[in-house]
């Protein structure tokens, strides 16, 4: 039976991106040193939660699903935090989504150690009696006694009421007719871990763990494996946007592929660039692409804004395809290319041909992404996306016809 449960496919994107998809590299290298040839392996991230690993052999297959919490070292949960609360719910709708199938398994993955519940107005309201240890320590030891039961039930049912409201109910019914058993074979499922890397000592750990690999150790990438990590997680998250969980999935071919790639020299290395498109500031030039043309020159034709507005409109789609660091790196480029040109552009007299400009701004533009290329890969290098960059620019407020638009950023 599957009901309607709460889309959590898609979490909040300002925070620990960079270690869920080294943890789904992590755990996919993991599962390639433990194969033989009739294991598949495969990972996604940002798919039921923020890492996905399925095992396939011919017996059958398993499945870990996992939620990864990178906070400040300082911070400790206790089982009745919200961020281990809030997993735990995430854990029972996808258990019960899929029939409640023994062949799922969790892992609540952290860098921050766990603390002792306090008793609160939340433990009174709920009459739940805590143990003397820790209840974090006693779900890691698997010593879940019937006390250690009731204590998660009475909490977890209150906030699964509550993040379930209206008509919607999810699974709240049978969730509130599990017995201790039930509860039992759901929590037994769950490895919680505490005190684990945070993104930057896992990255570190990966380096390592490539350098003494039990796998294609034909192939030689000495003093590449920070590339190949940084590829990796570009590859999950260039997967991330896509809506079939199927394409959302990077297997043991894709490490495989990368590894050749980069001992052949086939591969180039992002643009690290991504990171200063991030921090510009915004621009104060309020105008968009048509009031900017008629700024400078009255006489230009309507029918050719609209066509630009249209090619906008197509370029973004196009960008949106993108991962951030791969259109942050492209448009930066592009802009980086176009605001060197416009000094000279906005020193010439009289009216602007509007055209003339815009095919200056491109060549420079085209003939600065080529010169790039030979150390850094872009995924879009074709005329017309650089042209439609171009404008999107100018009608972002980045680029303009004048010097009133001119982008100073924050000098």
């Given amino acids: ?21 080294l943890r789904a590299i992590q755990l996919l290298l993991e599962q390639m040193e433990h194969r033989d040839e009739n294991v598949s392996v495969f990972a996604s991230t940002e798919y039921l939660d923020d890492v996905y690993i399925k095992t396939v052999t011919h017996e059958g297959s398993t499945t870990h699903l996992e939620g990864d919490k990178n906070y400040d070292i300082s911070k400790k949960f206790s089982f009745m935090s919200e961020e281990v609360t809030n997993s735990l719910i995430i854990f029972l709708d996808n258990w019960l989504n899929c029939d409640m199938s023994e062949s799922l398994f969790y892992c609540f993955y952290t860098n921050v150690n766990y603390t002792k519940e306090k008793n609160s107005q939340t433990t009174k309201s709920l009459d739940i009696k805590l143990p003397e240890l820790p209840v974090l320590k006693l779900l890691i030891e698997k010593r879940i006694d019937d006390k250690v039961v009731d204590c998660i039930k009475k909490r977890l049912l209150h906030e699964y009421q509550k993040q379930y409201k209206g008509e919607n109910k999810g699974y709240f019914e049978v969730i509130k007719g599990f017995d201790n058993r039930k509860w039992r074979d759901f929590l037994s499922r769950i490895n919680w ?12 750990s990966l380096v390592k763990r490539i350098e003494e690999r039990s796998f294609y150790t034909n192939i030689d990438v000495s003093g590449k ?15 991330e946007v896509l809506k079939d969980p199927i394409a959302k999935v990077v297997s043991s071919v894709h490490v495989e592929n990368i590894l050749l790639q980069i001992s052949k020299d086939i591969v180039k290395q992002s643009d690290p660039v991504y990171d200063i498109w991030g921090s510009l500031e915004p621009p104060s030039d309020e105008r968009g692409l048509k009031e900017k043309i008629l700024d400078v020159c009255t006489t230009y034709k309507e029918f050719k804004i609209g066509v630009k507005a249209r090619h906008i409109a197509a370029v973004k789609k196009e960008h949106d395809q993108l991962s ?16 060197r040109k416009l000094p000279d552009l906005l020193e010439k007299d009289g009216e602007v041909n509007i055209d003339c400009w815009l095919e200056e701004l491109f060549l420079v533009s085209k003939s600065h992404l080529e010169d790039k290329s030979k150390d850094y890969s872009y995924p879009i290098t074709n005329d017309d996306a650089i042209k439609g960059t171009i404008l999107e620019l100018i009608d972002s407020c980045f680029l303009s016809f004048d010097e009133k638009g001119f982008y100073y950023g924050d000098i």
């Fill in 1 to 21: 039976m599957t009901v309607n449960t709460i889309n959590r496919d898609a979490g909040d994107k300002s925070k620990g991106f960079r270690l869920q998809r």
């Fill in 193 to 204: 871990q505490f005190g684990q890397y945070n993104d930057k000592e896992l990255e570190r």
């Fill in 225 to 239: 494996e920070k590339f190949i990590i940084d590829l990796l997680a570009e590859k999950f998250s260039s997967n």
């Fill in 324 to 339: 951030d660091r791969d259109k942050g790196s492209f448009r930066y480029r592009v802009f980086e290319a176009c605001q």
